[in-house]
């Protein structure tokens, strides 16, 4: 994760604490503040760093922790889980992981963090461990670091239990020279460097935060693929499918020689899969950093920055190109669903309200399908108002959609204003847009969830239109919309 000790002492200079004299009126009501996304009570979030499910719940670190059963309401637990290092270290990101079997010798079932242990005088990023016998409160290990090749750009371990070879994995990058580092161990102490993955697909400048998890194929559980992602530039994430027979990394057959993007909007990134310690998960779900290290400093929420996305069940699906990776909302979000909305019509020509739906608020949840059999451009403006708004657009010649969210924010955001586009095929002559709204955030599912869009918007509060325009008649649209309820009220 670049830049995160001077963030870490951002945290440290202007958190306010847990235990802070609050206002539960403004707690959780601050402009831009997101609802049904996780932000913590104040101070800096960034990276996930250590994600598991273990007795019956999901536990989820920034070097914070905070606790869900349903990966819809959150309990914070504490900004500060490390404890122990020196004033010279500062904690980078990295994983949690179980160590059922007292193999580090800190007991039975103790927590182990792995982590990027950065050294403020020399710069030096090495691997560390703490431990922990309630997930709370994580002690460093005096002879940290455990793995050190004296380099400054070494960082953001993930370390998984290897069945078949029985061995601890460490999948660490090596940012600058591109590269996946693998290594094994018996006691999570002692390191052996096993291989080495890259460069490979987008490696323009850096990689960092691997993670690594099987998936099933057409969820066929007897056909599992290993999913490596890596997130790259200091702005977006890509995705290799391929085997790991704990030792290295192989792509499969056929795989792409050009980049497959897990999110191809404007800020998402540093993902984590969570590691299922009770074997009772039917899905591998994930969750990312909704920002961009651009600007990730300067955005204007008041009670801190940064926040994560929602969680996304991932699967991987054969297409005609090949095996691509599928991501979708949770089903658990339909919980908060309230003043339910549908409407079926043909689109207009030009630019038309939906009657009938007027949210009050940016909380909200659109899911429609629109027909694309007849030569058209159309879409939606959100987050209307004020002369501003972010266009989502799609032609049906090109089967290219547009994001563009130039004039969505009502203040001056440093290297802000920005679009992306991407092909996206349509699905037996139909296109799916299922998008969540919340406050400063859009994310947009497309038809099955191969092709997904993050990005954030910060309008005032005032910007709560909603808009349909096309170009033509002949496009019909199927419209369902909720209004969200809020998981801090």
């Known amino acids: 994760m670049k830049f995160t000790f001077a963030l870490y002492i951002f945290l440290l200079a202007g958190i306010v604490s847990v235990n802070a004299q609050v206002s539960s009126d403004s707690l959780y009501s601050e402009a831009y503040r997101p609802q ?53 270290i500062a904690y980078f990101t990295g994983s949690v992981l179980i160590d059922k079997d007292n193999s580090a010798g800190f007991g039975k079932d103790a927590y182990i963090a792995a982590y990027t242990a950065f050294e403020k005088d020399s710069k030096k990023q090495a691997q560390g461990i703490s431990f922990s016998h309630d997930g709370k409160a994580f002690h460093y290990y005096e002879g940290n670091p455990v793995l050190d090749i004296w380099s400054t750009e070494f960082r953001d371990p993930t370390v998984f239990w ?42 323009e400048k850096s990689w960092e935060c691997p993670d690594l998890f099987q998936l099933p194929v057409d969820g066929d559980f007897n056909n599992k693929k290993w999913v490596m992602v890596v997130s790259i530039n ?27 993007y897990l999110d191809k909007g404007l800020d998402f990134y540093a993902s984590r899969t969570f590691r299922d310690y009770d074997n009772t998960l ?13 600007y990730a400093q300067l955005v204007p929420s008041g009670y801190g920055k940064g926040f994560w996305s929602i969680p996304r069940n991932l699967n991987l699906k054969t297409y005609k190109e090949g095996i691509r990776l599928i991501q979708n909302p949770i089903e658990q979000l339909q919980t908060l669903r309230y003043k339910p909305f549908s409407i079926k019509r043909s689109l207009q020509v030009g630019i038309q309200n939906i009657p009938g739906f007027v949210p009050e608020e940016n909380v ?37 959609l547009v994001i563009d969210r130039t004039h969505s924010a009502d203040v001056a955001i440093p290297k802000f204003s ?72």
């Not at 069945?163 to 693998?182: D, G, R, S, Y």
């Not at 869009?453 to 419209?479: C, D, R, V």
């Open 364 to 400: 909200y949840e659109l899911d429609a399908t629109f027909s694309t059999d007849t030569s058209n451009t159309f879409g939606f403006n959100l987050c209307t108002g004020d002369g501003r708004k972010v266009v989502i657009s799609y032609d049906t010649d090109s089967h290219n």
């Open 418 to 489: 920005r679009m992306t586009h991407a092909l996206v095929e349509p699905i037996d002559n139909k296109i799916r847009f299922h998008i969540f709204v919340d406050k400063s955030s859009i994310e947009l599912f497309t038809n099955d969830g191969k092709d997904v869009f993050t990005l954030l918007t910060y309008p005032n509060a005032s910007q709560t239109g909603i808009e349909l325009f096309a170009q033509k008649k002949g496009t019909n649209m199927e419209l369902n919309a909720w209004m969200l309820k809020s998981i801090w009220k």
């Open 36 to 88: 049904y996304h996780f932000s913590p009570q104040k101070g800096w979030i960034g990276d996930p760093s250590g994600f598991i499910y273990y007795q019956g719940k999901y536990h989820m670190y920034w070097w914070g922790k905070v606790e869900s059963t349903d990966l819809v309401h959150y309990n914070e637990i504490t900004p500060f889980a490390m404890t122990g290092a020196n004033s010279n």
């Open 162 to 203: 290897h069945e078949p070879t029985q061995k601890w994995v460490m999948v660490v990058a090596k940012a600058l020279e591109k590269k996946i580092k693998f290594y094994t161990s018996t006691d999570l102490k002692n390191w052996t460097w096993t291989s080495d993955f890259g460069p490979a697909g987008d490696h």
């Open 282 to 294: 039917k899905n591998t779900v994930s969750m990312g950093w909704v920002a961009t290290w651009d």
């Open 234 to 260: 200091w702005a977006q994430e890509q995705y290799f499918i391929g085997d790991f027979d704990g030792t290295s990394f192989t792509l499969m057959d056929n795989h792409p020689d050009t980049p497959l």
